[in-house]
């Protein structure tokens, strides 16, 4: 006779939340289906913050996405993401458009 529990389907792994939960010594028992929602809700927010940060990198021209894209990000959606102020504040800031990374009109050694 097939099992009547349900399987979820989650792209993070679901145990591995539910032992990051229970390293709190303030939680108790987990119901199964909440590391799950959690699960779902991480996949949610970092599919809102890559597109955010892609547009910022197809913004500038850019072929790769940066720490400072995300940096960018974080700015410019200050009311969404503000807890991760602190995480980007040793993000170095984007250089603008044609600016030189050394600020001095020359190019740094080559190597």
């Known amino acids: 006779m097939p099992s009547k529990k349900k399987k979820y389907n989650a792209r ?3 145990a591995r939340i539910k032992k990051i939960m229970q390293t709190d010594e303030e939680i108790g028992k987990v119901a199964a289906a909440v590391p799950v929602i959690i699960s779902r809700a991480l996949e949610l927010f970092l599919e809102s913050l890559l597109r955010k940060a892609c547009h910022v990198t197809q913004s500038r021209n850019a072929k790769t996405m940066t720490t400072s894209h995300l940096k960018q990000c974080n700015e410019l959606e200050l ?7 602190d995480l980007v504040a040793a993000v170095p800031d984007m250089q603008g458009d044609g600016d030189d990374p050394h600020g001095d009109g020359e190019r740094g050694p080559r190597r």
């Open 12 to 14: 993070f792994p679901p």
């Open 79 to 85: 009311q969404q993401f503000d807890f991760l102020k």
